[in-house]
């Protein structure tokens, strides 16, 4: 079992920034991804970044160029720095890790992003 708890989440104003948090616990020598995915009211829940061991990090197309992903493999960390931010980034953001056959989530942190 992996457990994820984030932070970071909260109101800011359309071009302004948030930093989100995660940290994981538990059996956590078999993670070898771990990334954030969003979930807007009504719509399906969708990949924003994903890191992988080795470095490599995927964005989602609405997001690159502006939201960076960093993963710290030794603290089991994760974090989301989110600039730029539009009011279509509105969601709830949910850390996620993955061990081999099986993926794990946190409990989500909202954004909202409005004037």
């Known amino acids: 079992q992996v457990q994820l708890v984030e932070s970071g989440g909260g109101l800011v104003q359309p071009g302004g920034s948030l930093r989100l948090f995660c940290a994981a616990s538990?059996?956590?020598?078999?993670?070898?991804?771990m990334g954030w995915y969003r979930q807007a009211p009504g719509k399906q829940r969708d990949l924003v970044a994903r890191s992988v061991n080795g470095g490599t990090t995927n964005y989602a197309d609405a997001v690159k160029g502006r939201f960076t992903c960093s993963r710290n493999n030794t603290k089991n960390t994760v974090y989301l720095q989110m600039n730029s931010l539009k009011p279509e980034d509105t969601a709830v953001y949910y850390c996620?890790?993955?061990?081999?056959?099986?993926?794990?989530w946190g409990q989500g942190t909202q954004v909202t992003v409005s004037s």
């Open positions: 538990g059996s956590i020598f078999n993670i070898y991804a």
């Open positions: 996620y890790a993955q061990i081999p056959g099986r993926g794990f």
